[in-house]
């Protein structure tokens, strides 16, 4: 779990770890260069069960709204604009 990989860190049990960036953001990081590895896919979907939940559609709404892209930039992610 990428949280505990965090924790454990700032617990001191390990020296370092890899995480996504927009975990550690207020913590001393290094950023791993884009080239030394292959692109990691994050993808948010809407199942057909899901299509009929408000609350869901809203969240996918807001994740592909120019506020919530914004949002996801300034935590590091990369947008595909599809």
Do not use: M
């Not at 924790?7 to 370092?16: K, L, N, P, S, Y």
Request: glycine share 8%; aromatic share 4%.
């Amino acid at each position: 779990n990428v949280a505990d990989a965090v924790r454990i860190v700032d617990a001191g049990e390990a020296d370092v770890g890899l995480v996504a960036l927009a975990l550690v953001r207020e913590r001393r990081s290094t950023i791993v260069d884009a080239s030394l590895h292959e692109p990691i896919r994050q993808t948010a979907v809407l199942t057909a069960r899901g299509s009929g939940n408000a609350a869901a559609k809203a969240f996918i709404d807001l994740l592909t709204s120019p506020a919530g892209v914004a949002v996801l930039r300034d935590y590091g992610f990369v947008v595909d604009e599809r």
